[in-house]
């Protein structure tokens, strides 16, 4: 049992090519066999015509040799028009099939990758809706006073350091204007910055209730060491959450880079795969926003062929890539992004490893 255990379908494909080389190898020799036996039947006529009436007896032998070669010659063509294109077959085919297994398989892990991180995120979106409707969040927006500003940046430091997974938290004006933050200390920068420009603060302003909000693509942020980060928010409301005044802007901006390593972590391939093996988080437009090679952040772009639809796989060159495009949670379709697994292919020297071990 445990020696099926171990065979992998691209051992399985490794002997049947071994299969087709032994094959030809055996009905080339059956081919030099021939020429020998016909050789030697060229020799018995030869002979037998210099001896003469006393090498009749050749004469018989070569006319043996021969029969014996013409019979050897029609079942090495029978043999090799058969075994040729039988192994070719096979060989085709059982390619064709490991990479479809292959496939599925890197699929199937880039899906469980982006689903995770479809779940982490979505728990963000709690999060921001829930904080905006803290009473010290909204006196913070609604007066603008020094004094609740401080009040307010203790309530946020006090939510950071029960979650871990922000690096911080603003409360701005409808102006755009950072009134409060909860790690004043560790980002000097975000105080008294202004954030009109930025994307995700103008929609937050247009958000049409208190349970929706916005969210961003993966950015550095100058005012936060320029780590990356991803960031929700919503509008902060007076009197009635679901439809007060908007008085001001909630951001909450997620740790990126070591929350979702940890995520890419999670999908755990077999030792043997995980030097050939890399494992991404793409956005929309194939921007790296995480690898388990840790190369690549936000810099590189990889091209991803997803002609397929949301999941599918395709072999390019030497690589065997999956990919899965985010589904979204509960209503939420997420930011487009994509679960990507690239694989290269194994050597013939591991394929041997592989074998050998198997048959330990």
């Known amino acids: 049992m445990e020696r099926c255990a171990s065979l992998r379908p691209d051992n399985l494909l490794a002997l049947s090519e071994q299969l087709h080389t032994i094959a030809h190898e055996q009905i080339d020799e059956i081919g030099r066999i021939k020429r020998s036996a016909s050789l030697l039947s060229i020799n018995a006529m030869i002979a037998s015509a210099q001896l003469g009436d006393s090498g009749r007896h050749f004469a018989g032998v070569a006319?043996?040799?021969?029969?014996?070669?013409?019979?050897?010659?029609?079942?090495?063509?029978?043999?090799?028009?058969?075994?040729?294109?039988t192994l070719d077959d096979l060989a085709s085919q059982?390619?064709?099939?490991?990479?479809?297994?292959?496939?599925?398989?890197?699929?199937?892990l880039a899906q469980s990758a982006v689903e995770i991180i479809d779940r982490s995120l979505?728990?963000?979106?709690?999060?921001?809706?829930?904080?905006?409707t803290d009473p010290a969040i909204i006196a913070c927006a609604d007066t603008a006073s020094p004094e609740l500003a401080r009040l307010a940046g203790q309530r946020l430091g006090r939510i950071l350091d029960t979650y871990s997974a922000y690096l911080d938290l603003w409360i701005c004006d409808v102006r755009g204007r950072v009134l409060a933050t909860g790690r004043p200390d560790r980002f000097p920068m975000s105080s008294d910055l202004c954030v009109a420009g930025k994307a995700w603060f103008q929609e937050a302003l247009k958000v049409p209730a208190a349970d929706a909000?916005?969210?961003c693509d993966v950015e550095r942020v100058r005012a936060l060491n320029d780590a990356p980060v991803t960031t929700w928010a919503t509008a902060i409301r007076s009197g009635d959450p679901g439809r007060g005044k908007v008085v001001g802007v909630l951001g909450v901006h997620f740790d990126w880079q070591p929350q979702a390593q940890a995520i890419i972590r999670a999908i755990r391939l077999p030792p043997e795969d995980q030097a050939r093996s890399r494992l991404m988080l793409l956005s929309a437009g194939g921007r790296v926003l995480a690898a388990s090679d840790g190369q690549g952040l936000l810099t590189e772009t990889f091209r991803l062929d997803t002609s397929k639809g949301p999941v599918g796989s395709y072999v390019e060159g030497n690589?065997?890539?999956?990919?899965?495009?985010?589904?979204?949670?509960?209503?939420?379709?997420?930011?487009?992004?994509?679960?990507?697994?690239?694989?290269t292919r194994r050597s013939p020297a591991e394929t041997a490893t592989d074998r050998a071990r198997s048959a330990s």
């Open 63 to 85: 006319r043996e040799f021969r029969a014996i070669a013409t019979q050897i010659d029609g079942v090495a063509s029978t043999l090799d028009g058969r075994f040729r294109r």
């Open 94 to 108: 059982g390619r064709a099939s490991l990479n479809d297994l292959r496939g599925q398989t890197l699929a199937s």
């Open 122 to 132: 979505h728990d963000r979106t709690c999060d921001v809706r829930w904080w905006a």
């Open 213 to 215: 909000f916005v969210t």
């Open 319 to 343: 690589r065997a890539i999956g990919y899965a495009l985010t589904s979204g949670l509960e209503g939420d379709k997420g930011l487009g992004w994509y679960g990507c697994l690239v694989q």
